[in-house]
């Protein structure tokens, strides 16, 4: 695991930390892990498989469509590339 040195943290922004930490019943340290874990983890990926979805309602596609595009579609496989 990595370590963090944070360094001219304000003496109101220690004390907070420090009460918080004691209302959680943790060390400051593991206080800050969890402060930076939740923040940092809250933050929703895009999902291809969803966002592919999410398009398709707001155009309405519909089956028929994709069997459309299943038809048109190219069946090629791609070469790969080259660097020479």
């Known amino acids: 695991m990595a370590i963090l040195t944070v360094r001219n943290v304000p003496d109101e922004v220690h004390r907070a930390l420090r009460m918080r930490a004691a209302a959680h019943g943790h060390s400051m340290e593991a206080e800050v892990r969890e402060i930076l874990k939740s923040t940092l983890k809250s933050e929703r990926r895009v999902q291809m498989g969803e966002a592919l979805m999410e398009l398709a309602q707001r ?20 070469e790969p590339m080259r660097f020479e």
Do not use: G, S
């Not at 155009?59 to 791609?78: S, W």
């Open 59 to 78: 155009l309405r596609l519909t089956n028929d469509d994709f069997t459309v595009f299943e038809q048109v579609r190219d069946r090629i496989p791609a």
